[in-house]
């Protein structure tokens, strides 16, 4: 074999600056055939500016690139990186919403032409679809902006591994299973574990340390645009990956933390509501000062819960029991959380507006001082408050919408997975201050697909075939019982 | 079956056709004797250009453009088509030919410098318009004869507008929607940056998209001087509002490249009906503009509710 045969990248000292922000600080990496890389790092670490050029939408300003033995610095770009079949699965989702799942597909191959290319893209599309996710109930002719955000993951990820002309060498997942219940997320992994056993590589970003560290043959840890790791899989447990990573607190402790003392005979009752099933095991209900867990696989009517608690207590619909205002943090933050055009302070004062409102005009002043406090008290990263929502990375915007939630005067907070993509140490920052709310009083409805942030709630309720299915209590909550219920109707 | 009839994307799709068979269906109600190839050829008539300049205009909706200067581009088109066209038909071709690469380069000019297409067409229709009034400064010149021969075909059974349009319609829905370069153009639309992330040239597509109004810009041209024999410098200024109202009650989105060919063309059917239905009625002259405007707003609202449900 030679060089060109077993090695797909080999970056040198590559440097890539933004103003003065250092996304990239001198990086050395090499990704070998047939090899699963995991590559970890807080937010901002600059895994993103990494494998944006590695897919060659951004240029390097420092540094050589090798691909599969040529050397290629300075002429690499995306045309280079298809050619040479390196594909990559973006953060944010790269499909078009108007078009259907074939019609992206095209738009990835542009060797798909001529007669017969949307039955063509479709077969293939749908065959990539049924590899890795079977039961995926995905058409090729569905538009993908009807598709759950899930879904359109699933696509995304199909998508990546199809192939038509060249050999596929490469493929980059940036936060594959963000969006992806468990069930889906592990047919997703045990694919790439297939699809490197056949002779690809894969580069594997994620938040979530267990599937880095089950599914990577190398882990490479990055931390301030630098390679501060780069080991075999094996040598790292989370204990030490965590460590490298330079969180000095651990996710496990949340699981030690004995359950907060909330009586729920003595605390009021604030929230009562049902799915539109009529088939729930018991009613949904919140007490004050309670952080309530919505569980389950994913889009499986939680966020149709929220949505209907939301409904009755700011649009008066009698679909719920509700006192008190709500507000409420989103997801999906892209579509439903930031104001892409509005500076940080004004995003996160928006839900205040009314309380900062003199002579009929928005006060600037108080909206600007309740900028300053949130960043104060959250510590958002970020040199002006003035700035830009998107110039945050995508932790601190999810901090300034939680900001947004926690400024206003809303007593029952709802939360819609809300920490999708967001690092280790952003996560356990707010853990710590929705549990510093909720002792003060605050009611916490969250929904998660990650298992972890379960043992913050006080209650879990989980939901399949939107109604709910299971009620467990602080001390009864483990994965098994919540994978049980979630899985019941197909066992 | 029952289930797909009433879904929304199928109530979205048949709301266009169904706004033009009731509007006929009303016609037909009112004047009976318009149910004839006469009466339909002479009502249906004026939607040829006006067909013509609402693709155009879909066009720019595609890429989440809007084009203020459709009108007067279609009126100075006219202008050379009555005017040079007539007289010296080569110099006439090239003049032609020079204005659709001039909207090409003004989707270039707007790609590369980020420019909003609001400005720079609102700005363009002056130039437009001044160029025409330079042509052409009194309303004159003649139409060459193959373009009135051709506008005016008299086709067996079906009127030839109504065959032109459903030509129209087919042959930009093949290109735009099934072709595989018409899925990337689209794309363009509702994902730029995914576009250009897996390696499409988006100031092409600009170009492209802006060429081929250019190019349908110029045959509404022609095909309005085949029915009136003579051209003025303002002679198309509606159409600007017409084009946009026709891409919206098709179907159409002002953002995000869901458009629809066919549903434009039949939405331009329907603005044009509006104003013989609106007569036939006996209403003046004054207020049909107005009550065009009532029927956008009534499809409009059908389609919110049909959206709503949907989300």
């Known amino acids: 074999m030679t060089a060109s045969d077993t090695n797909i990248v080999t970056l040198e000292n590559v440097a890539k600056h933004f103003g003065a922000v250092r996304a990239l600080d001198g990086v050395d990496l090499k990704v070998d055939a047939g090899e699963c890389l995991g590559l970890v790092g807080h937010n901002g670490a600059g895994k993103s500016t990494l494998m944006h050029v590695l897919a060659g939408t951004l240029s390097p300003g420092a540094g050589s690139m090798g691909i599969r033995g040529h050397d290629l610095t300075g002429s690499y770009n995306v045309t280079a990186a298809g050619e040479n079949g390196i594909r990559c699965v973006f953060q944010e989702l790269s499909l078009c919403p108007n078009l259907t799942v074939a019609e992206n597909a095209r738009i990835f191959h542009p060797s798909l032409t001529g007669w017969g290319w949307k039955r063509r893209a479709g077969a293939m599309i749908r065959d990539k679809l049924d590899e890795i996710f079977p039961g995926h109930g995905i058409h090729a002719d569905d538009v993908v902006g009807d598709l759950s955000i899930g879904k359109r993951q699933m696509v995304e990820i199909a998508r990546a591994f199809t192939t038509t002309d060249t050999p596929l060498h490469l493929v980059i997942l940036d936060e594959p299973t963000s969006s992806l219940d468990a069930h889906t997320s592990k047919q997703l992994l045990d694919f790439v574990r297939k699809a490197v056993g056949e002779g690809q590589s894969c580069i594997l970003i994620s938040h979530v340390l267990g599937e880095i560290l089950t599914y990577s043959d190398r882990i490479v840890v990055m931390k301030d645009g630098l390679v501060v790791a780069s080991r075999a899989g094996s040598d790292f447990t989370r204990d030490t990956l965590v460590a490298a990573m330079g969180n000095v607190v651990e996710m496990e402790e949340i699981k030690?933390?004995?359950?907060?003392?909330?009586?729920?005979?003595?605390?009021?009752?604030?929230?009562?509501?049902?799915?539109?099933?009529?088939?729930?095991?018991?009613?949904?209900?919140?007490?004050?000062?309670?952080?309530?867990?919505?569980?389950?696989?994913?889009?499986?009517?939680?966020?149709?819960m929220l949505l209907k608690i939301y409904d009755a207590a700011m649009r008066g619909r009698n679909t719920a029991t509700v006192s008190g205002p709500v507000a409420l943090v989103a997801g999906d933050r892209q579509t439903d959380g930031v104001f892409h055009l509005w500076s940080i302070a004004r995003n996160i004062g928006v839900r205040s507006l009314r309380n900062m409102v003199r002579n009929g005009l928005i006060d600037p002043a108080a909206e600007a001082e309740m900028g300053r406090e949130w960043q104060e008290r959250i510590k958002i990263k970020a040199p002006d408050m003035n700035d830009n929502i998107l110039s945050l990375s995508g932790g601190n915007q999810q901090k300034a919408l939680f900001a947004r939630a926690l400024a206003s005067d809303a007593e029952i907070i709802l939360m819609d997975d809300p920490m999708r993509g967001v690092d280790v140490g952003t996560k356990l920052e707010v853990y710590d201050l929705i549990r510093a709310e909720a002792q003060k009083g605050r009611t916490f409805l969250w929904y998660t697909t990650e298992m972890d942030e379960l043992y913050n709630c006080d209650h879990t309720y989980v939901f399949r075939d939107g109604a709910i299915v299971a009620d467990l209590s602080r001390g009864d909550l483990s994965e098994e019982k919540v994978l049980q219920s979630s899985f019941k109707a197909s066992a | 079956m029952r289930a797909y009839l009433t879904s929304p994307r199928f109530l979205r799709a048949a709301l266009p056709a169904a706004s033009f068979a009731i509007l006929l269906a009303a016609i037909f109600y009112v004047q009976p004797r318009a149910m004839s190839y006469f009466g339909m050829n002479l009502m249906l008539q004026y939607t040829v250009p006006i067909a013509l300049a609402t693709i155009a205009q879909m066009f720019i909706i595609t890429v989440n453009d809007l084009d203020l200067s459709i009108g007067p581009f279609v009126g100075l088109t006219a202008c050379i088509g009555a005017t040079l066209?007539?007289?010296?038909?080569?110099?006439?071709?090239?003049?032609?030919?020079?204005?659709?690469?001039?909207?090409?380069?003004?989707?270039?000019?707007?790609?590369?410098?980020?420019?909003?297409?609001?400005?720079?067409?609102?700005?363009?229709?002056?130039?437009?318009?001044?160029?025409?009034?330079?042509?052409?400064?009194?309303?004159?010149?003649?139409?060459?004869?193959?373009?009135?021969?051709?506008?005016?075909?008299?086709?067996?059974?079906?009127?030839?507008?109504?065959i032109a349009a459903i030509v129209i319609g087919i042959v930009v829905h093949v290109a735009l929607m099934t072709s595989s370069y018409g899925a990337v153009l689209r794309g363009a639309g509702g994902n730029p940056r995914a576009i250009g992330r897996a390696g499409w040239s988006l100031l092409k597509i600009k170009m492209v998209m802006y060429a081929a109004a250019g190019f349908f810009g110029v045959l509404s041209?022609?095909?309005?001087?085949?029915?009136?024999?003579?051209?003025?410098?303002?002679?198309?200024?509606?159409?600007?509002?017409?084009?946009?109202?026709?891409?919206?009650?098709?179907?159409?989105?002002?953002?995000?490249?869901?458009?629809?060919?066919?549903?434009?063309?039949?939405?331009?059917?329907?603005?044009?009906?509006?104003?013989?239905?609106?007569?036939?009625?006996?209403?003046?002259?004054?207020?049909q503009i107005g009550a065009q405007g009532g029927i956008l707003i009534i499809v409009l609202a059908l389609r919110a509710l049909i959206n709503r449900r949907e989300g």
């Not at chain 1, 003595?266 to 099933?277: F, G, K, N």
């Not at chain 2, 437009?128 to 193959?146: D, E, M, Q, Y």
Request: proline share 6%.
């Open chain 1, 256 to 304: 030690e933390r004995e359950a907060r003392d909330v009586n729920r005979d003595h605390a009021p009752l604030v929230i009562e509501a049902r799915s539109d099933t009529g088939q729930d095991s018991v009613p949904f209900v919140a007490h004050k000062g309670e952080i309530v867990g919505l569980a389950g696989l994913a889009s499986h009517g939680q966020t149709a």
């Open chain 2, 85 to 162: 066209l007539a007289d010296t038909p080569v110099l006439g071709l090239l003049a032609l030919l020079a204005c659709i690469a001039a909207y090409a380069a003004l989707g270039a000019l707007i790609h590369w410098r980020n420019l909003p297409s609001l400005v720079v067409t609102l700005g363009m229709s002056f130039v437009w318009l001044g160029i025409a009034v330079l042509i052409l400064p009194t309303p004159g010149g003649t139409a060459p004869g193959w373009v009135k021969a051709i506008v005016g075909l008299k086709t067996p059974l079906v009127p030839f507008p109504i």
């Open chain 2, 221 to 287: 041209g022609l095909s309005l001087i085949g029915l009136t024999s003579a051209a003025d410098a303002h002679i198309a200024d509606r159409y600007t509002l017409y084009a946009i109202a026709g891409v919206i009650l098709g179907g159409g989105e002002f953002v995000g490249g869901r458009v629809s060919p066919i549903g434009a063309v039949i939405g331009a059917m329907t603005l044009t009906l509006t104003g013989s239905f609106l007569t036939f009625l006996k209403i003046s002259p004054d207020w």
